[in-house]
C-alpha cells in the first residue's frame, strides 16, 4: 500500500515509532484510535496499531494529558506501541476500499473518479530539435551519458536546404543546464523545451465511477449496499415526493467514495452516489443539481446512499450528532424531536429530504403509531 498514493493533505504512513529496536509480533486493526482502542491494544500486548483514519492529523504543538489525541500520542510511546495509518493511500489504491464497495455489483467497467500521477515518474521536461546527420551519433552518445535523460529517438527530416535529423528525449530539471552547455558545442537548430506533466497510474485515485451490465432498481441497489456492507440500515436520500415507488428508479451509473464524498462526488455524472458521508446541503445540492442528461448518465444523481450505520443508541448521543437510531431504540435527540414520530413525519423533519431509516421493522411501527415502514 504506497503512501504515495495517498492525497497531498492526508497524513499518512508511520506516525509514531518507539526506538529501536521495535520487533512487531502482533497487530490491531481499527478504524479510528480511541482511548477505549488503544486500552485494547495494551491488554492483547500488540506493537502495532494500524488506524485508517489518522490520529495525528493537524500539526501537534505539544503532548500534554488535556487533549485526548495527545493522550494517544503519550501513552503509545509509553507502551512502545508504533501506528501506522493509510487512509487516502488505501481509497485510491486498486483492489482499495472503493472497488470494494463497489465489487458488488455487476460493473461493465470502473473508473477513478480522480486520477492519480505517477510519483515515480521524475521527468520534467521534453526537448526536440534539429542536428546535422553527422553530428547526430555524438550527441546522442553525449545524451545517453547523462543519467537524467531517456526516451531518446532520432529520424531524419528534409528541410528546404538539406536533410537534417530530428532528436527528441524527455529530461528531469536537474539536466536542463548541462543540456544546455551540450548544445553549445553542436549546430543545434530550433531547440524546443516544453514542461510535461507526470502520466497517471493506472486505475489509481480517489473515488470510483461504474457503468453497470444491466440497470436495476434503486430499490434493488439498496439491497445489495446493506448486503455487502452488513448493515440492517443505511440513509438514502431522492429527489422525488412523497409516494414514489424506488422500484420505478432505474440505475445504470453508481459512483462511490469512501468517506465523506461531498467533494469527489461533486458535478460526477451518475444515477446514484454511494458515500460514507455527506451534509444536509450537500445532499440537497447532489439531488437537486440540473435535470438534462448525457447519453445513459444523468447530470445529477437520482440518489444518494449514506452507508453510516444506523443501528445504536449510543451513536446518537455523539458529540458529532451525525447518526441516526432506529426508531425504537431512543428519541431522535439528534433531529431535535422529543417523542416518537411517524415515518412521513421524520421525513418532513429531518435534514435529509425524504430520507428515513432504510427497513424499520413492522414490529417497531407501533411505538411510532403508524403503519408506515420507511426504506
Not at 542536428?131 to 528541410?159: H, Y
Amino acid at each position: 500500500m504506497p503512501i504515495a498514493f495517498a492525497e497531498d493533505w492526508d497524513n499518512v504512513g508511520l506516525l509514531v515509532e518507539p526506538s529501536a529496536p521495535h520487533n512487531v509480533s502482533k497487530m490491531l486493526l481499527t478504524n479510528d484510535l480511541t482511548p477505549e482502542v488503544l486500552d485494547e491494544a495494551l491488554t492483547i500486548k500488540a506493537n502495532l496499531i494500524l488506524s485508517y483514519h489518522p490520529p495525528v492529523f493537524s500539526p501537534l504543538k505539544r503532548l500534554c494529558q488535556s487533549d485526548w489525541k495527545q493522550k494517544i500520542v503519550v501513552k503509545a510511546i509509553e507502551n512502545r506501541i508504533a501506528i501506522y495509518s493509510p487512509h487516502t493511500s488505501c481509497d485510491s489504491l486498486k483492489e482499495g476500499v472503493n472497488d470494494w464497495l463497489l465489487s458488488a455489483f455487476d460493473n461493465a467497467c470502473v473508473m477513478p473518479l480522480a486520477t492519480k500521477e505517477d510519483p515515480a515518474f521524475c521527468y520534467s521536461h521534453s526537448v526536440t530539435l534539429l542536428i546535422a546527420i553527422e553530428e547526430r551519433s555524438k550527441l546522442i552518445q553525449n545524451l545517453k551519458s547523462f543519467q537524467n535523460v531517456t526516451n531518446i529517438e532520432s529520424f531524419n527530416v528534409s528541410t528546404f536546404e538539406q536533410e537534417k535529423v530530428h532528436v527528441a528525449f524527455v529530461c528531469t530539471k536537474s539536466a536542463l543546464p548541462k543540456i544546455g552547455k551540450l548544445f553549445l558545442e553542436y549546430n543545434v537548430e530550433n531547440p524546443v523545451f516544453t514542461e510535461i506533466k507526470k502520466p497517471p497510474l493506472p486505475d489509481v485515485g480517489l473515488g470510483r465511477i461504474s457503468k453497470l451490465k444491466s440497470k436495476i432498481s434503486l430499490n434493488k441497489a439498496i439491497e445489495i449496499v446493506k448486503e455487502h456492507l452488513k448493515l440492517p440500515h443505511v440513509r438514502v436520500a431522492t429527489s422525488h415526493g412523497p409516494g414514489f415507488n424506488n422500484d420505478d428508479e432505474i440505475i445504470k451509473s453508481i459512483a462511490v467514495c469512501a468517506g465523506s464524498g461531498s467533494s469527489v462526488l461533486r458535478g460526477v455524472k451518475a444515477d446514484l452516489y454511494i458515500t460514507g458521508e455527506m451534509s444536509h446541503h450537500e445532499v440537497l445540492s447532489a439531488i437537486h443539481n440540473g435535470s438534462s442528461t448525457a447519453g445513459s448518465l444523468s447530470l445529477r444523481p437520482r440518489a444518494v446512499v449514506d452507508c453510516k450505520t444506523l443501528t445504536t443508541a449510543t451513536r446518537a448521543n455523539s458529540s458529532s450528532g451525525s447518526t441516526i437510531v432506529s426508531l425504537s431504540e431512543v428519541e431522535i435527540q439528534t433531529l431535535g424531536v422529543s417523542k416518537p414520530v411517524s415515518a412521513a413525519a421524520l421525513c418532513r423533519h429531518c435534514a435529509w429530504s425524504r430520507f428515513a431509516v432504510v427497513e424499520t421493522y413492522l414490529k417497531h411501527t407501533a411505538a411510532l403509531g403508524s403503519d408506515e415502514t420507511t426504506r
